[in-house]
């Protein structure tokens, strides 16, 4: 089963805009992950935010968190044709519980 | 090695066969889980191992999967009388603290016909 819930499905942005992605998920969470994927092989971990932070950045990425309304979004700043992949998100309600993983968005950054 | 390392990186089988799917994890960790994943769609959890005992195996689909990690380090996915549904990129990660961002491999891309 898959908890996480991204929005939108796919995205296509010129090079230099800023791309949003949303996600919302079911259950409470002790943190929530974001991860990236190339053509459809391994994830590359970008970001933890945990339940009791509301936003965290790293470099031209910008998370924040809504437990209140559970949702998450991931805003990556001045994209790149680069930044083209596919973006999930992933929640555990902590401990050793595995990751539960949304269905993702497809970033499309055109040159 | 430096990262998850997953053998082999396609496997084309014939339905009915029976496959193994190879996962090396970061030295150290004592975490590892494998996940599935079909086209379009987000990773599916199968299975977790904390060192070498499978602390959550909640995830696999039926009786035809198994999975082992004997010395707490290399783990394999095991597949018997292989279906066409099975056909998906399974995917390795380990982590040294459990939850707290995972590093995958690269997957095995398998391919039942």
């Known amino acids: 089963s898959q908890q996480g819930e991204e929005d939108p499905q796919a995205l296509s942005i010129q090079e230099g805009e800023n791309a949003t992605m949303n996600c919302s998920y079911k259950t409470s969470i002790n943190n929530l992950q974001w991860y990236r994927q190339n053509s459809g092989r391994g994830l590359v971990h970008l970001i933890l935010?945990?339940?009791?932070?509301r936003e965290k950045h790293s470099g031209r990425l910008r998370v924040t968190l809504d437990t209140s309304k559970k949702s998450s979004s991931l805003l990556i700043t001045a994209s790149r044709a680069a930044d083209t992949a596919s973006y999930f998100c992933?929640?555990?309600?902590?401990?050793?519980?595995?990751?539960?993983f949304g269905k993702g968005t497809r970033l499309s950054v055109i040159a | 090695g430096a990262g998850v390392s997953q053998t082999p990186s396609n496997k084309v089988t014939e339905k009915g066969k029976y496959v193994e799917l190879r996962c090396d994890p970061i030295?150290?960790?004592?975490?590892l889980y494998w996940y599935r994943q079909s086209l379009g769609q987000g990773p599916e959890f199968l299975i977790y191992?904390?060192?070498?005992?499978?602390?959550?195996d909640s995830g696999l689909p039926n009786d035809r999967f198994f999975a082992v990690r004997p010395e707490g380090s290399v783990s394999t996915l095991k597949i018997q009388r292989t279906e066409r549904g099975d056909s998906a990129v399974y995917l390795c990660a380990s982590s040294s603290t459990g939850g707290w961002g995972y590093t995958f491999g690269s997957g095995t891309r398998l391919t039942v016909v």
């Open positions: 935010i945990r339940s009791n932070e």
């Open positions: 992933a929640t555990t309600p902590g401990g050793n519980t595995p990751l539960v």
């Open positions: 030295s150290g960790h004592t975490a």
């Open positions: 191992f904390q060192g070498t005992g499978a602390a959550d």
